[in-house]
Each structure stands twice: as structure tokens, then as C-alpha cells.
């Protein structure tokens, strides 16, 4: 009789960044960034990194922005209009936010932060995800990804297009 080895797995969060938005004349979403790794305090960390990035990549911040010394050159939003990067900003600067989203985390739950405005559509998300673990032992196997990022719209397998056989 043989006996088969229990599966046991650890977690990992996988984070990424989407941009989504009117391409000549059809929406388009993009992959701006993604990460891996077993730490949700980590995937939290980098996904506030992101969203100023994003932030500022969309427009300057007006508090550091050098322009900010020129009339009439930035100005706030009238209020009720979306502003992508003063959500991005917002979230960014709120602990109280980034440590909902680690609770969130823990407990398995994904988290996710979509914001829009006339430039498109934002999304910043982590994903738990079940990961292997090696046998005998507590920590995730290495397991390589089967799908490497998006590529003029479609998914290549790791290893070129007749993947690794």
C-alpha cells in the first residue's frame, strides 16, 4: 500500500497594477506592474508605492510640484468631478486604509482599489494565493509562473509560444 503525501500549501499575494482606457476608438487595459511575493504586508507596501507612482505619472502632485509657484498653472478640481490622482494620493496616505487592507489580506479575502476619471480606469488589487508546499516542510515549493505578462493582447507561455515541454 502506498501512501500519499498530504498537500499542504502556504499563502502568497500576488498585487497588480491595471490601467484601462480609450485606444483608438476601443477600451484597452494594460498591465503597469505586478508583483509576487509571500509577505502581505509587503504586497501592501509596494501597492502604496504604485498607486503614487500612478498618481503621479497622471498628473503632478500639487504640494510637491515646482509648478505650484506659478499662477494659475495647477489648480484643485471643482468638487464632484473624480480625480484619480487625488484617490491614489488619498488611499496612499491613509494608514488607517492600508491596515484595513492588511486585515483583509489575513483573513484571505483580496483587496482591492478601482478609481476613474476622464483619463480611464485604475485598479490596484492583491490576491491571496494558495501556493504548494514542499514536502515535508512549511515553505511554498519555487513554483515558476505558467504565463508570462500580457503581449500585444495576448498570453505567451513561459519559455516562447511552444512553452516548456
Known amino acids: 500500500m502506498t501512501r500519499r503525501a498530504a498537500h499542504r500549501f502556504a499563502t502568497e499575494y500576488r498585487a497588480d497594477v491595471h490601467g484601462e482606457g480609450p485606444v483608438g476608438g476601443r477600451t484597452v487595459r494594460i498591465l503597469l506592474g505586478r508583483i509576487r511575493t509571500p509577505s502581505p504586508l509587503r504586497a501592501v507596501r509596494w501597492l502604496q508605492v504604485q498607486a503614487l507612482r500612478v498618481a503621479d505619472g497622471l498628473d503632478p502632485d500639487p504640494a510637491a ?31 488607517a486604509s492600508r491596515e484595513a487592507a492588511l486585515d483583509r489580506l489575513r483573513s484571505g479575502a483580496p483587496v482591492t482599489l478601482t478609481t476613474a476619471d476622464h483619463t480611464g480606469r485604475y485598479s490596484l488589487t492583491i490576491h491571496p494565493v494558495p501556493v504548494p508546499c514542499r514536502p515535508g516542510r512549511g515553505t511554498p515549493a519555487r513554483v515558476m509562473s505558467l504565463w508570462s505578462s500580457p503581449v500585444a493582447g495576448r498570453r505567451v507561455p513561459v519559455g516562447g509560444a511552444a512553452g516548456n515541454r
Open 65 to 95: 510640484s515646482g509648478w505650484a509657484g506659478h499662477p494659475g498653472t495647477l489648480r484643485e478640481l471643482p468638487a464632484g468631478i473624480p480625480d484619480v490622482p487625488s484617490r491614489l494620493r488619498r488611499w496612499a496616505g491613509d494608514e
